[in-house]
């Protein structure tokens, strides 16, 4: 799996004109399935974001000192195959690498549910499949792209 991570002060995600999914301070994610993808590593994936250090102390010079649990923040969560898109060749992306809907969107499900069994809140989200307008204000900015092992063992 692979996901795009972006703290941030607040984000939404609308569809057809309507928010679907909202969340104040806390982080962005837009998460893309390869095929050989796992419920472990959806699993692996909620509690490196859970417990990762990327917001500044409360009192003291800005850092990474503080998880999303430590500050309680939320995480809006974004299905995007386009993360395996491939644009190597010709002018048109190929996305043969992103897993097909029926098996993506059990994944992108799975790795939401186990940032709130974590105990991430709250959990906010898009429509999978939808075409899906996604505002955000990027604080920091802060951005990274984190990817899940090839093989977890729980």
């Known amino acids: 799996m692979r ?19 909202e969340i104040g301070p806390g982080v962005l994610l837009l998460v893309g399935v390869t095929h050989a993808d796992t419920e ?5 994936l909620a509690k490196k974001i859970a417990t990762l250090r990327i917001f500044p102390a409360v009192d003291g010079p ?22 395996y898109g491939a ?4 002018r048109r992306p190929d996305f043969i690498e992103a897993a097909r ?34 505002e955000l204000v990027n604080d920091g900015p802060v951005t990274l792209v984190l990817e899940s092992p090839l093989a977890v063992s729980h």
């Open 87 to 90: 644009a190597r060749k010709g």
């Open 40 to 44: 472990a590593q959806a699993d692996w």
């Open 101 to 134: 809907p029926e098996a993506a969107a059990p994944l992108v499900a799975r790795l939401a549910a186990g940032l709130e069994a974590e105990g991430v809140r709250p959990i906010a989200g898009g429509v999978f499949g939808a075409d899906m307008q996604v």
């Open 3 to 21: 996901v795009v991570l972006q703290r941030v002060l607040r984000a939404a995600v609308r569809v057809d004109g309507a928010v679907v999914g």
């Open 62 to 83: 800005s850092g990474f000192d503080r998880s999303l649990l430590d500050i309680g923040g939320g995480a809006l969560v974004v299905s995007q195959f386009t993360l």
